[in-house]
């Protein structure tokens, strides 16, 4: 791979003619602008789904109800539904596809832009809308307390008034945002590649996104068509969904699930893709079994498709299905072994730099297993029997989201902001916000596993109180959590106010890719000759 | 191949001596309920949710060894391939070899793991008769029951259709807007644990459970007893268990159902052939009286 990319011309900024002030904002059809206004939605909703989750731990700080009242029960649903939904919808997927695809497709593949620049304007602009329902939802009627699986009928008969409409149209114009960001981001990486890059030389990073935006192309619309039948069932007087018309419910935790079960990975593989690129950067060495890596990310994706059912093993499916989805589920974990033994053997032999993006790549890994193994654990439904819709569930689930997506964004925003912004992060406080977050986040969810293990259910505002003791640790931990997530915002905020300024290729020889031969910040318009790639 | 088989064999051997242990260690009465810092399962009162048991720490202890294994060399590396230590770096970027090694070694682990899994699987869900129950723990099986739990928004209801026998069971002592009482809790009562009714079933019988939900999908769950089956509208799921040891046994719900989900608990209690015929004597009469209550067979 290293050696790819020798021949490459770096591009020199040019006068830009462009509107500006908020015009160039609001009418953007330039990639960088879009992924900065999607880093910041995304930042802005980080912090209001962290907020909520931080009241969802102060309810479960002790037995008994702590911060609503007696009877307000629901309120608490509403809580779990609106963070889940945030995290996912506007915070990761924002952050690793919107932000970092955006920024960095077209600058890695040596385009000058994404093939559908308006359209890619229209992506981002949906998510305004989306994010305002969905907020808006929280405070609509009773706010929607169906958890972010939706699942009917509680979703149908079992919630009146607006806030469940306004949540499913919510993920109605996000859904059609990233279905129109994958077709933008599958064409233009098809389509807009330097002669020379074909797709067995294209950086892990681009390779991560094209497989992302095809699951995502073709898990949305399943979704989407779930979500309708949602509605008209609720609004219209179809029976989808409701068994005594002939409808039903488990129809929708199949839909459901086709969607959610590659969502999963549409959060994580590109977070994948940059931890591919930092560990190569910081070893100063290429990538191992750079055709291995790319094409576990292949299966995985694929194989994500058939797995879906695995969230369904207490729904009473038939003996037969469940061994089926047993089986595939286990498959999965080969290739996500691959990914992980093969950033080890990348690492092996190198001359390490541990800077803040590679303690965060590091510490992906390391959480991503632990969340990998417990996701086997749960693939056996025996044993998911006593694990399913309980806690032990939600801590498996925020390993590799909480840990596995979202360290993969924060190593990608130390790695890049230099290159976003031109002025480099402070090293210090970097490092002071990894081991924070580690601290935070493991005391926060390790202890989850054994409130599950002891059958804690999920989505309960109170809880026998032998369950006290675990729950406490959680709690404090998601305060130093959230704590981490507060230094954060200082240290961006500070990075691109007083950072200092540095150059093209501040990482210096690990870092091979063509974003490193451009300018920092990256010049608005960038390879607009051609490179050529040897 | 065959010895995969064994081992498979060696879980359940495993699985019933944990419960004959269980058993012998305390002669009095199990009690189904979480402890403060619990950090496992809580003691499995049937042999399928043992046999979990056994399955589950065979499971820890592989996953354990595995997350050590991924540290272990992240620890070594960052020892030994820090920029101070090892100021070249190597270009080595392929090993085919490895690959095949990193490939292989999962899958066996994984096929070693999938044996026993499906086996469990096929015993704990599909319900057997009693002389399987027999073949595969031994247990002589006292009688067959047939219970219907009807998961209502916020309770549940119990039907025995054999024994024209039907109650609601609420959280603490009254309903209260989906809310449970928690004065009366005790530590042999646990709060949002103990049900205003119990299911009573006698020790070692073997009770075939068929649920259905009443309004939206709700999950009967005993964590003891290793069966957690959702409660649909419009479809009847079957579980199954083997209760060999008397005692209180709680659980919750496990599919959210609206605000009150976590105030729909369920108690069973196991108790002696001898007692269970006094509950079902008293349980008839009490519905005699209650004349109004019509018994809906299925
Ligand atoms: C080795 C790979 C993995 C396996 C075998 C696996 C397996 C499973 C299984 C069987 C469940 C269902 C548990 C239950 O509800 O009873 C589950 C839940 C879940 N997993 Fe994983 N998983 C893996 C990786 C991941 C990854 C990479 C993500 C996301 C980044 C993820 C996110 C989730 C989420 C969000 C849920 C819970 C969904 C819900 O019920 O709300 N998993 N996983
Ligand atoms: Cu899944
Ligand atoms: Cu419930």
Known sequence: ?534 | MKMVRKAAGAFVAVAVAMLAMAHSASAQAGFGAPKPWQMNFQEPATPVMAEVVSFHNFLTVLITLISLFVLGLLLYIIWRFNAKANPVPSKNSHNTMLEVVWTVIPITILVIMAIPSFRLLYKADVVPDAAKVREWYGINVAGTIDIKAIGNQWFWSYEYPNERIKFDAFCGVGPIEGACFSQDATPKRPRLLATTESVVVPVNALVRLLTVGQDVIHAWAMPAFGVKIDAVPGRTNHAWFVATREGTYFGQCSELCGQGHGYMPITVEVVSQQRYQQWLTSKRAEMAVKNGTQFAAN
């Open chain 1, 1 to 534: 791979m290293s050696s790819a990319y020798g021949g490459a011309h770096a591009q020199d900024a040019h006068a830009h003619h462009g509107p500006t002030g908020w015009r160039r904002w609001a009418y953007s059809t330039n990639h960088k602008d879009i992924g900065t206004m999607y880093l910041v939605f995304a930042c802005v909703f980080g912090i209001v789904g962290g907020l909520i989750s931080v009241l969802i731990r102060m309810e479960l700080q002790e037995p008994g109800m702590q911060l609503l009242a007696e009877g307000d029960y629901h309120q608490f649903n509403v809580f779990t539904t609106a963070h889940g939904l945030i995290m996912v919808f506007f915070l990761i997927m924002p952050a690793l596809i919107g932000g970092f695809g955006n920024w960095f497709i077209p600058l890695m593949i040596g385009a000058p832009d994404m093939a559908f620049p308006r359209l890619n304007n229209m992506s981002f602009w949906f998510m305004i809308p989306s994010a305002i329902m969905l907020v808006g939802s929280v405070f609509a009627g009773d706010g929607a307390g169906t958890g972010w699986t939706v699942y009917a009928p509680l979703s149908t008969s079992g919630h009146s008034g607006p806030a469940v409409d306004m949540a499913i149209l919510s993920l109605h114009l996000a859904g059609a945002s990233s279905i129109l960001s994958s077709l933008n981001f599958i064409t233009t990486i098809f389509n807009m590649r330097a002669p020379g890059m074909t797709l067995h030389r294209m950086p892990l990073f681009v390779w991560s996104q094209l497989v992302t935006t095809f699951l995502l192309l073709l898990s949305l619309p399943v979704l989407a068509g779930a979500i309708t039948m949602l509605l008209t069932d609720r609004n219209f007087g179809t029976a989808f969904y409701e068994a005594a018309r002939g409808g039903d419910p488990i129809l929708y935790q199949h839909l459901f699930w086709f969607f959610g079960h590659p969502e999963v990975y549409v959060l994580v593989l590109p977070a994948f893709g940059i931890v591919s690129h930092v560990v190569a950067t910081f070893s100063k060495k290429p990538i191992f079994g750079y055709l291995g890596m790319a094409y576990a990310m292949v299966a995985i994706g694929a194989v994500g498709f058939v797995v879906w059912a695995h969230h369904m093993y207490t729904a009473g499916m038939s003996v037969d299905t469940e061994a089926y989805f047993l089986a595939a589920t286990l498959v999965i974990a080969v290739p996500t072994g691959i990914k992980i033994f093969s950033w080890l053997a990348t690492m092996w032999g190198g001359s390490i730099e541990f800077k803040t993006p590679m303690l965060w790549a590091v510490g992906m890994i390391f959480m991503f297993t632990v969340g990998g193994v417990t996701g086997v654990v749960l693939a056996n439904s025996p044993v998911t029997t006593a694990f399913h819709d309980t806690y032990y569930v939600v801590g498996h689930f925020h390993y590799v989201m909480a840990m596995g997506a979202l360290f993969g964004i924060f190593a990608g925003w130390y790695y890049w902001i230099g290159k976003m912004s031109g002025r480099q992060y402070n090293e210090t406080l970097g490092k002071g916000h990894f081991w924070l977050t580690m601290v935070g986040v493991n005391l926060t969810f390790f202890p989850m596993h054994f409130s599950g293990l002891a059958g804690m259910p999920r989505r309960i505002p109170d809880y026998p109180d032998a369950f006290s003791g675990w729950n406490y640790v959680s709690s404090i931990g998601s305060y130093i959590g959230f704590a981490a997530a507060l230094l954060f915002v200082y240290i961006a905020i500070r990075t691109i106010t007083s950072g200092e300024r540095v150059g093209a290729n501040y990482w210096g020889e690990g870092a091979t890719s063509l974003e490193w031969t451009v300018d920092s910040p990256a010049p608005h318009h960038t390879h607009e000759t051609m490179p050529h790639v040897r």
